[in-house]
C-alpha cells in the first residue's frame, strides 16, 4: 500500500513549456485533488475530482487541466508554464461518502518556471 | 463565500509550555473540521480531527474545541517538545469531501 505517489518530485520549466504531472493512489480513494502551496498562501485547490470521469474546478484553474480516466490516477497538465506556477504542487486523496475522512497527501512536486 | 481565517501566523513557545491556534469559519454548513502538520520539505500530514457533533477531542498532548455558535476551532498542544515545530493548517468542510483551509501556522518550539 504505497499511499498517494506524486511525479516527478523536482521539475524546472522554461516559459511556454507544457508538462504533466502525475498522481496515483491506490487506496480505492473516490475524491482526489490538487493544490498548490505558495508561502503564506496556504494550500489553495486548483481542481477536483469525486470519480472516474468526473471533475471540477476549485479555486485556481487557469492554466492548469486534468483528467480522470481511472480510480487510481488523476494527471494534472500545466499548458503553456508562466513563472507565475512556480510553486509546490500536492495531490491529495480521500473517500467520497456519506461521512467525513481526512486527505492523504502526496510527497509534492516543486515546480521553478524560469 | 467560503473563508477559514487562521490566527496567529506565527507562535513561538518554549519548550514545555502550550500552544494553541484558533481558526474562525463562515460556513455554517461545515460540519467536519480536520488539522494538518506539515514539517519543513515534508507533506501535509492529519494530526486530529472533530465532528460538529462534538464538543472537544484529546489525542494524548493535542486537543482540538469547537464552537459551533462561534464558529471557531483551536488546536491545543500541551508539553511542547522541539519536534512538534511545524506548519499547521486547518481546515473546515464545504461538502462531505471538499475542505477550506486555512492560511497556516508555523510553530517554532525553543529549546
Known amino acids: 500500500n504505497a499511499g498517494v505517489t506524486q511525479t516527478p518530485k523536482f521539475q524546472v520549466l522554461k516559459t511556454g513549456q507544457s508538462m504533466t504531472l502525475q498522481c496515483a493512489q491506490d487506496m480505492n480513494h473516490e475524491y482526489m485533488s490538487w493544490y498548490r502551496q505558495d508561502p503564506g498562501m496556504g494550500l489553495r485547490l486548483i481542481h477536483y475530482?469525486?470519480?472516474?470521469?468526473?471533475?471540477d474546478q476549485g479555486e485556481v484553474p487557469n492554466g492548469y487541466n486534468v483528467s480522470r480516466s481511472t480510480t487510481e490516477d488523476f494527471p494534472l497538465r500545466l499548458l503553456s508554464a508562466a513563472p507565475s506556477q512556480t510553486s509546490v504542487y500536492f495531490c491529495?486523496?480521500?473517500?467520497?461518502?456519506?461521512?467525513?475522512?481526512?486527505?492523504?497527501f502526496g510527497s509534492g512536486t516543486r515546480l521553478t518556471v524560469v | 463565500g467560503e473563508n477559514v481565517e487562521q490566527h496567529p501566523s506565527t507562535l513561538s513557545v518554549q519548550e514545555g509550555d502550550s500552544a494553541v491556534i484558533k481558526c474562525t469559519y463562515s460556513d455554517s454548513a461545515s460540519n467536519y473540521f480536520p488539522w494538518y502538520k506539515q514539517e519543513l520539505g515534508k507533506r501535509p500530514q492529519l494530526i486530529i480531527d472533530i465532528r460538529s457533533n462534538v464538543g472537544e477531542k484529546k489525542d494524548q498532548r493535542i486537543a482540538v474545541t469547537l464552537n459551533k455558535t462561534a464558529k471557531h476551532f483551536s488546536l491545543h498542544i500541551t508539553e511542547t517538545q522541539p519536534e512538534d515545530s511545524a506548519v499547521y493548517f486547518c481546515?473546515?468542510?464545504?461538502?462531505?469531501?471538499?475542505?477550506?483551509f486555512g492560511t497556516g501556522t508555523r510553530l517554532k518550539v525553543l529549546a
Open positions: 481546515a473546515a468542510s464545504i461538502r462531505t469531501y471538499k475542505y477550506i
Open positions: 491529495a486523496s480521500s473517500y467520497a461518502r456519506d461521512a467525513h475522512y481526512g486527505y492523504t
Open positions: 475530482s469525486v470519480g472516474a470521469g468526473i471533475t
